[in-house]
């Protein structure tokens, strides 16, 4: 009799809680686990489920009616697609700005000066990938493009850029904020160092809301409070 009690007791909290399908960029996971600890002290009752992927494929989930709640995009590119195609009930909004950096396993202090001295560095594909455009920027803007450009490797994505220095590339430029991953920890000695801002600009990372739903607007606002800055701050983002 007791055990049935409790069981009813359980049913009826996870039937009264709320449920938020999350789907967000690779890149951000870094920093979610935090964000989402934060935002459940004042909601314990709101569970947050979470898909990671490249904004892209959850692009393309969404259009093809995945049940997301929110999407959290690495550029604001698919977020405004799916608001201008009516899928979003809400304008993109930038969250974070996300920023890059050099990174290498063979050369201490890694920067521009030391990109023309290597033989490999391994970017993110600027064709698809918001960081590989903002590396280019950054040659170009430094004026060593012309100079370095038969040195570029590509990943598909810029998570990959990390395997493909370690393995491969000379020096890597990569999100900072896969520099908190906690595979990091695996790879023993590596240097990094920021890119200045100057040289490309930061890329807007853009979040909408794809349904009604009165939880996933909690955590929707959450991410524009200054908890939730601090917290992306700290994951290597910029304000």
Do not use: C, W
């Amino acid at each position: 009799m007791i055990r049935k009690v409790l069981f009813s007791i359980l049913l009826v909290k996870f039937l009264m809680a709320g449920n938020i399908f999350l789907a967000t960029s690779t890149n951000v996971s870094y920093a979610l686990d935090e964000l989402i600890k934060e935002f459940k002290k004042d909601n314990p009752n709101i569970n947050i489920k979470t898909t990671l992927a490249s904004s892209g494929k959850l692009t393309a989930q969404i259009m093809h009616g995945a049940p997301y709640d929110i999407f959290m995009s690495a550029n604001m590119k698919y977020p405004d697609l799916l608001y201008k195609r009516g899928i979003a009930i809400t304008k993109p909004k930038v969250y974070a700005k996300g920023a890059i950096s050099f990174f290498s396993v063979k050369y201490e202090n890694p920067d521009f000066d030391t990109l023309e001295k290597v033989r490999q560095i391994a970017i993110a594909n600027p064709k698809f990938a918001p960081y590989g455009k903002a590396a280019i920027e950054a040659f170009k803007n430094r004026g060593i493009y012309d100079r370095i450009k038969n040195k570029l490797i590509y990943s598909e994505t810029v998570t990959g850029v990390i395997p493909y220095t370690i393995h491969s590339a000379d020096v890597g430029i990569v999100a900072k904020s896969s520099l908190f991953s906690p595979n990091i920890k695996k790879i023993g000695k590596f240097y990094s160092k920021d890119v200045n801002p100057k040289y490309y600009t930061p890329i807007k990372q853009g979040v909408v809301l794809l349904k009604h739903n009165e939880d996933a607007k909690k955590f929707y606002d959450f991410l524009f409070t200054k908890k939730a800055k601090k917290i992306f701050k700290k994951y290597g983002y910029i304000e």
